[in-house]
C-alpha cells in the first residue's frame, strides 16, 4: 500500500503571538493534493495534532475541518495517533464513530494492541504514553506487581508494549508501526536509560532504533525535521510549518511509502511555505541599506532579525522594531548580538548557568541595552542571597 | 415514531464543589432502559450537553461513553442540539462523521435549515443562538442590511428562523422542533421583547407559545422542569438529575413522545435519584434529636440543611458541619435561617441591596454568627467610601 507520512500539525500553534493557522491551512492543501496525485491508500498523522490539550474553538473547527476533506469528502482513510501535546482523553472523544469511514485515532495505551489490517499490512498506531501509563495498563492485564514496579523508564515500558505487538503479527502480512517519541540512531549510539540527565531529548525519554528491528517500517512523530530519522526505515516525516527560527532553514516536506518495496522505501515532497520565516543577522547599517534589503524576499513574508554589534545609545527600543518593520514588514523576533551598550562595553551572549547575577546582567543589557547600576545590582544579589537560603 | 425527550444534561456539573458524574451516569442508565423498553426511534436531547464550555477531560469521557452506548452499542438514532452552557464550535467537532450513524448533532444556527426527514416526520434541531449569530446568519444569506439591523431581540430573530423553516415544510408530514430557549406561556402573558428588564429568564430573552405554532410539538431544554412546559405540546423534559436546592422536591424525568398520535402525545418517566438531595429546614435542637433523624433517608443521600433560630454563640462553625455530619453523612449545603447571635440580637435575612455596608454586615453574621466590630465596621465604610470615589 502507499501512505502519506506527516507528523506534528501543531494546529493553533503561534510564533511569538503571530497565529500559524493560515500557514498550516495552506501546507495542509499542499499535502492534500499531493495525497490525491499520488492516490495514496491512507494519510499517517503521527502525533502532536493539536499544539495544546486544551486547544482554542479555532483550532478546533479548523483540524475538524481538515480530517473532513481527507476522510469524508475524498475518502482517504487516516491513521493517526495523540502525541505528548495533544490531551489523549479530549482527543479521543468520537473515535468510535469516525471507525465507520476508517478514520483510525489511538490515544490510549490500551487502543494499540488492536492493529489496523489490510490486504497486505498489519498497522500499529501506538500513541505517545508514559510509563506510568504502561505500569496503570498492565496492572490491568493482571502483570505480577514485581514487574509492573520495574517498569521505570520508556525503554523498558517499550520493551513489553513491542513484545505484545509482535505476538499480534500475521507472518504473511507487512508490519508497521506509527508512533510518537524520539528515537537515536543506533546500538552503539543507545544512551543508558537509566540516567535522568541522558535519557531525555525533548523532554522525552530516547529510544533506541534496534527495540523497532521487528517493523518493516515505522513512522514516527515528535521531532520536527526529517533529518533527524534514526534510519532507513525508521523515519520523523518532519512538521509541515516552520514552527521557530530554528526551523527556518530546515525544508518542510511529507513522505510517500510503499510498502510495496523491498525494503519499504519513501519519497520526500516538498511542502513550499506562503508565508516564510526569513532569519537575518546583519549589522543595522547593513538591514537599512536599500543595496542590501532590496535583495530580501520582502513583502508576505515573516522575519526574525538579530542585529550585530549594535550600538544602544543611538536608538530606543520602539524605533528599532518600526524602522525594521516598515522596511520589512513582519518582523516576528527581533533580536540583538554584542550590543555596544552606553559605557561602550561590547556584552557577549555567552551564559554560564551557574553565574545567576550574570544572567540577569546579561537578560537586563540585551532588553533594554543599558548595564544594571550599582543599586540594581545590590538587588538582585540580595535576592539570590535569600533564594540560596531557602535551598 | 416514538422519540424520548431529554435536555439539561449538564455533564460535569458539581454541587457546591461535590461531583454529579455519578449520579449523572445512574441517571442516563434508568433513561436508555426506559429507551429500550419502549422500543423508542430515537433519543432528542435539547441542549446544555456539557455544564460548560470547556468541560473537564473526564466530563468528556464520561459523554463519549453515554452517546456511545445509545447510538454504537444500542443503535438508536440521537437527536441533538447545544445549549448556552454548551461551546457551539467545540461540539461541533466530528458531527459529520457521527450522522453516518444516525446521530445529528445541530450546534450552529446555519445546520437548522436541514430538517432530518423521516417517513412521516420532519424534525428540526435548532440549537441556542442569539440575535447577533442571527444577524451574522442573514448577512451570509444576502439579507438587505436595514432589515437585519432590525434583528435586536431574540424574538425578532426566532420569528426570521421559524418563518424559513415553515418554507421547507411538507404537508405530508408531521413537524418537530427541537430547540433550547425559555418559553413563556402564551400571548396573554407575552412580555414585551423590546425590554431588556422583562425579557430575560435564566439570563435569555423569553420567548411565547404562539410564535411555534406551526409545529406539532416541540421539545425544549433550558429550563429543568417538565412543570415549566408553557403548554400540552410545547414542552421542557427537565433534567435526568436535581442540581440545586430549588430541585430537590421537584420529580425528575423524561418524556416518550408519540408523534402518531393527533394531537401529538407524551407520557412522562420518572427517573429515580440513586443518591438524592434532600432538604431539611429545623432547628439546631430537632436536627440533633434521634427521633426525629431516626426517620430521616440517612445512608447513602445528601442533605442541605438550614438550620433555623441557630444560637450561633453555643456553637463553632467546625463543630456545626461536623456533628450534623456524623449523623446525615454528606452535607452539600449548611444554612442559617434567623441567627440569634452574641448581642441576641435576630437578624432576619432580608437584605436591602443599596446599602453596601449593611450586606457585609449581614453576610459576616450569617457567616460567623458575629456582628462586626466598630473598628471593623469603619474598615468597611472606608472601602465602600473608596470605591464610591472611583465611580
Redesign the interface.
Known sequence: MKLLHTADWHIGRTLNGYSLLDEQKHAFSQMLQIALDEKVDGIVIAGDIYDRG?PS??A??A??EML?KI??ENKIPIYAISGNHD?A??L???R???E??D?HLNTLLEEAFTPIETSDTQIFLLPFFDPMDARVYYQKQGMDPQKITNIKTIGEAMSLVISDMTKLFDKNKKHLLITHFAVSPNKDTEIDLTSETNSKVGGLATLTTNQFKDFDYVMLGHIHTKFASPSETIRYSGSLVKFNVKEANTEKSIDIVDTNDDPISFVHHKITPHTDLIVLKETWETLLDPEFYSKQPIGKNWFAITIEDFKRSEHTQTNVRSQLQDIYGTVVELDYKNVEVSNNQSIEQTIDSTNHEGIVEQFYTSITGDTLSKSQKGIVNEIFTELGKEE
Chains 1, 2 share one sequence.
Do not use: A, H, Q
Request: hydrophobic content about 35%.
Open positions: 486544551v474553538s479555532e478546533v473547527i483540524l475538524d473532513r476522510n469524508l490531551s482523553k479530549r479521543n472523544y468520537g468510535e464513530w469516525m465507520y469511514t478514520f
